[in-house]
Nanobody, 126 residues
Framework: QVQLVESGGGLVQAGGSLRLSCAAS????????MAWFRQAPEKEREFVVA????????SYADSVKGRFTISRDNAKNMVYLQMSSLEPEDTAVYYC???????????????????WGQGTQVTVSS
């Protein structure tokens, strides 16, 4: 069992930055692919980025490439999402997710993830 708790969301002006954190409890954190998804009001949940078990090979959605950076610290059971050059379109609830069986071919599929956090709100004003 893994519990995920996100933090770091808030209100920021367009062009600003935020850093989200996801704290994971439970054992074997390094055996999980970790990802961030987001859901805007009245829209479906969408993939943002995923990172491999070792911390390499991040995979980003086209909409955030060059602006967002994911990282993880397996010693601290933490995942981070550094968001820069934020746009109003980035406004959403951001969710951290953990998946044990996720592969390169499935990391964008939310149904492949086993555990989810409660989400943290990010609001970008224009």
């Amino acid at each position: 069992q893994v519990q995920l708790v996100e933090s770091g969301g808030g209100l920021v002006q367009a062009g600003g930055s935020l850093r989200l954190s996801c704290a994971a409890s439970g054992r074997s954190f390094s055996t999980y692919v970790m990802a961030w998804f987001r859901q805007a009001p009245e829209k479906e949940r969408e993939f943002v980025v995923a990172i491999s078990r070792s911390g390499g090979s991040p995979s980003y959605a086209d909409s955030v490439k060059g602006r967002f950076t994911i990282s993880r610290d397996n010693a601290k059971n933490m995942v981070y999402l550094q968001m820069s050059s934020l746009e109003p379109e980035d406004t959403a609830v951001y969710y951290c997710a953990a998946g044990r069986r996720v592969t390169i071919g499935t990391m964008e599929l939310g149904d492949e993830y086993d555990y989810w956090g409660q989400g943290t709100q990010v609001t970008v004003s224009s």
